[in-house]
Nanobody, 115 residues
């Protein structure tokens, strides 16, 4: 069973930074892509960023130029560096590993941006 574990969330002031980590129990090359999503109360899990097996990266418009997704292939870890955080970035951040029609989600990590 694939395990996906997020970490690194917390409370940060507006304008601050956080770095999230996603550890995957298998080689990240076993998956088509790894994604970050976030969920706020009353909303679906919105797409934030992704990196595919070839290294192609995509971002939601709302986080472009502020967030950076990266990976460590030796450690099977994906990261999300979040800079210039805004209150609207608050939510539970989930990592998702996708292979064809199957998705493996982590348990999520809470990010709160507040003064």
């Amino acid at each position: 069973q694939v395990q996906v574990v997020e970490s690194g969330g917390g409370l940060v002031q507006p304008g601050g930074s956080l770095k999230l980590s996603c550890a995957i129990s298998e080689s990240i090359f076993d998956f088509n892509a790894i994604h970050w999503h976030r969920q706020t109360p009353g909303r679906e899990r919105d797409f934030v960023a992704s990196i595919n097996v070839n290294g192609r990266i995509d971002y939601a418009d709302s986080v472009k130029d502020r967030f950076t997704i990266s990976r460590n292939t030796a450690r099977n870890e994906i990261y999300l560096q979040m800079n210039n955080l805004k209150p609207e970035d608050t939510g539970v951040y989930y990592c998702k590993a996708s292979i064809f029609a199957r998705d493996y989600w982590g348990q999520g990590t809470q990010v709160t941006v507040s003064s």
